[in-house]
């Protein structure tokens, strides 16, 4: 096969704050292993060494309320491509909306549809009062939906991580099938830590940067409702959010406060860590694109409860790699941790079924599929002209 000279505009790559982060890391590696010539593109503070790559960085966002800063990156960025579209044949956006500013190109531009939340939450089943934020939140939306379908339709292809995806932005936004091609995500490599022990019988982890559309609020209720007969249970709630003060009064009111501890943004390998130390991972998100961290929790062999909305329903076999429970069903939800917790035989079943998943969602078939996509968009940008 052709080898490529390949840019990679990303927001994330020494941190994995997101699957974005991981994606970016696993990606721009394996690439390079095959001999293609990655320069990658992040801001200053994610900015790393990597073999075989080239890194430039862009001034870290400032006063930019967008996740990741996308809306000011998406400015760098179309600076950084105005000026090296010459030395490159093709540029991939690992979050597709940072490609905003990206009117045409004389080389092909590709670009990573990560989730569809802002689509997700114009269904009418979705639960827009578990936000405190729903007012804000919809105005950001509303701005979010116009600027992805200008977006994802100048791209010559749209990569999207799950099927769920992939649909909703072909319904959402009206943009062709055969524009968008489905990649799931592939785990990186990386050595499986000592676990970290944390306090709690059971000990539930929650990792996640956006506290209500990843679940907390229904997973603090099953906390709730299991506390009288499982008094020992700990919640740890890795990430950060705005409306955490919002999340603790509520954890107040529910009788949770001294089973509660948040632990903010931690390092990768500590998070790893404490994923390897606790009896359950539980993310019941109210929508996932396709849900990295569960394949992380599933690495280290932490049984995984999983929201049923969204790509990880679609990828993970239910009741053998993961407890599906629909994010608003508090009562099934802890019905799924007190039967991991209680069932020892269930948990070393979902830790075997865990295993076996990610040795199917590999960065090295990963890079395939996007090697094979981003071959067939040069042919095809040659032959257009």
């Known amino acids: ?92 956006f690992t979050d597709a909306r940072e490609a905003w500013r990206i009117k045409s190109s004389p080389i092909p531009i590709t670009g990573m549809a990560n989730d569809s939340y802002a689509l997700d939450w114009l269904d009418e089943n979705y639960p827009r009062n578990l936000f405190a934020d729903r007012r804000s939140r919809s105005a950001y939306y509303y701005f979010l939906r116009w600027t992805e379908k200008r977006t994802y339709d100048r791209l010559d292809v749209l990569l999207a991580n799950s099927g769920h995806v992939a649909k909703s932005v072909v319904s959402g ?98 998070v790893r860590a404490m994923m390897a130390g606790a009896d359950i991972f539980a993310l019941p998100s109210l929508t996932e694109g396709f849900g990295m961290v569960y394949l992380e929790a599933m690495r280290v062999g932490t049984p995984v409860i999983a929201t049923s909305i969204g790509g990880a329903s679609e990828v993970f076999g239910d009741g053998e790699e993961a407890l599906f429970v629909h994010p608003t069903d508090v009562d099934g939800l802890a019905n799924a941790i007190e039967k991991i917790a209680l069932n020892q035989k269930l948990a070393n079943h979902l830790r075997k079924g865990g295993f076996d998943a990610v040795k199917r969602f590999t960065v090295e078939a990963m890079a395939e599929k996007t090697e094979h996509l981003f071959l067939e968009v040069l042919e095809k940008r040659s032959e257009g002209k």
């Open 173 to 270: 936004y009206g943009i062709e099938k055969e524009h968008v091609t489905v990649i799931n995500y592939g785990l990186p490599e990386w050595t499986v830590p000592e676990p970290l022990l944390l306090d709690g019988s059971p000990c539930i982890l929650f990792v996640g940067g956006n506290f209500q559309r990843k679940g907390l609020p229904v997973l603090l209720e099953a906390a709730s409702a299991l506390k009288n007969h499982m008094p020992g249970l700990q919640l740890h709630v890795v990430g950060q959010d705005r409306n955490q003060p919002a999340m603790e009064k509520l954890a107040s009111r529910l009788g949770l406060r001294d089973a509660l501890e948040f632990h903010g943004w931690q390092p990768n390998e500590r």
């Open 1 to 92: 096969m052709s080898k490529f000279k390949i840019l990679i505009c990303s927001q994330q790559l020494a941190s994995f704050r997101s699957g974005v982060g991981t994606y970016t890391f696993g990606l721009v590696r394996e690439l390079a292993n095959r001999g293609h010539r990655v320069t990658v593109v992040v801001p200053e503070s994610e900015a790393m060494e990597i073999p075989g790559i080239n890194t430039n960085s862009v001034p870290c966002p400032t006063f930019d309320p967008t996740p990741g800063g996308w809306l000011s990156l998406g400015n760098s960025f179309n600076r950084i491509l105005r000026s090296e579209w010459k030395n490159h044949d093709l540029v991939h």
